[in-house]
């Protein structure tokens, strides 16, 4: 019997605005083995995040960037397959953060163990793992929501703002979501009880749309985009309103980018924008996943993904987010069990 490979996905240059296939390189080498206290693992799932194409850049940020001719890291879902650790046994599920490979060796300090009967274990990487945590801590830290309130959601289709804008829901405010198809804006609505959704690819005037569906202005608007999606929410914020700026994703592939200066609105509206990082929140964790668990297993919380079968498409299925392809959560299903 052939001796299984390790399949990787390596950055093999920077991209320079939209990132194509040519930016990175597929490599296949054997199968290491486990030291003591190390753990093999086999990728079941692995994320693909918008934050990732920051990282692909040559600059100071709050991580280091991606080095050249490395794994392309992100988190991951995995299963023991052998273990030379006193933490983890054969078959455990575990979430880390090897990245775009199809095995790993790594060590039991960096994995945290995943209850399958909590939830699907690929929950881990979404409602139940990071993008939950930012929706949440963004929302709650940042936006302080108060019943009554009117919350404007950007990317309120991804995992992130599905989940802000439901909980902003639960808080007795007003939500409205900002996205990119009718099939994007009809979910949030029908399935998610958003009180308006706005198609902003469709739309003739987003300030004007803007207006009629949040006619009491903006309290919170949770930032995921950037770029002239915000500077069309900026205008209607009201005093004292709150910025949970969570990403940029309008900007990410930009070589040069020319806004308005946002300073003056938010002096006169008394607003406070607030720049996050969910690992800003890593003392609270595990009261959030708490939190996002009860509320998922009650009903008042759903998700959804979408799920790119095969790590062959991996560089795909992460294209795919600045095409705006998915609704929720943007996974690859490397294996089954």
Known sequence: MAQKMNQKVLLARRPRGMPVHEDFRWVEEEISQPAFGEVLVKTLYLSVDPYMRGRMSDRKSYVPPYQLDEVVQGGVVGKVIQSRSKEFQEG?????????????????????RIDPDLAPISTALGVLGMPGLTAYFGLLEIGQPKPGETVVISGAAGAVGMT????????????????????????????LGFDGAINYKSSKSLRNDLEQVC????????????????????????HQARIPLCGQISLYNLEKDIGPRIQPRLLITSAMMKGFIVSDYVDKFDQGLKQLAEWVKTGWLKYRENV??????????????????????????????
């Open 92 to 112: 455990d599920f575990v979430l880390g953060n090897y990245g775009w490979q199809t095995y790993a060796v790594t060590s039991e300090d960096e994995l945290t």
């Open 215 to 238: 006619p009491n202005g903006v309290d919170i608007y949770y930032d995921n985009v950037g770029g002239e999606i915000s500077d069309q929410v900026l205008p209607l914020l009201n």
């Open 164 to 191: 802000a804008g439901q909980i902003a829901k639960i808080k007795g405010c007003r939500v409205v979501g900002i996205a990119g198809s009718d099939q994007k804006t009809a979910y949030l609505v029908n399935e």
């Open 308 to 337: 790119i079968e095969g790590f062959e498409h991996t560089v795909d299925a992460f294209l795919g987010l600045f095409k705006g392809e998915n609704i929720g959560k943007q996974l690859v299903r490397v294996s089954d069990r």
